[in-house]
Nanobody
Framework: QVQLVESGGGLVQAGGSLRLSCAASGFGSIFGVNVMGWYRQAPGKQRELVTTITRGGSTNYADSVKGRFTISRDNAKNTVYLQMNSLTPEDTAVYYC???????????????WGQGTQVTVSS
């Protein structure tokens, strides 16, 4: 079964940094990981897109994190990372990774979600 396992969340003071990881596994050779990304959701708010990265390395960032967060990936490990710098209390949320797992034989894609990891930034 496809599984996305996240790690790296925690408590950090304002101005600090955290690095999140998300590893995808559980799919066969006819599948490939296309776009990967990170979302976040704070209590009482809707889940919002933070950043995405294509298999070729093209990235997009929400305006709120541009210049502070960096997304990267290791295709050989099916892993996506999120480096978060200059954190503020506004970044406090549960962070979820997702991945487009593409069946290139059947020409079909499905999105999967990680379990979420809590990021708390104190003032």
């Amino acid at each position: 079964q496809v599984q996305l396992v996240e790690s790296g969340g925690g408590l950090v003071q304002a101005g600090g940094s955290l690095r999140l990881s998300c590893a995808a596994s559980g799919f066969g050779s006819i599948f490939g990981v296309n776009v990967m990304g990170w979302y976040r959701q704070a209590p009482g708010k809707q889940r919002e897109l933070v950043t995405t990265i294509t298999r070729g390395g093209s990235t997009n960032y929400a305006d709120s994190v541009k210049g502070r967060f960096t997304i990267s990936r290791d295709n050989a490990k099916n892993t996506v990372y999120l480096q978060m710098n200059s954190l503020t209390p506004e970044d406090t949320a549960v962070y979820y990774c997702n991945a487009d797992i593409t069946n290139w034989v059947a020409t079909a894609s499905n999105y999967y979600w990680g379990q979420g990891t809590q990021v708390t930034v104190s003032s």
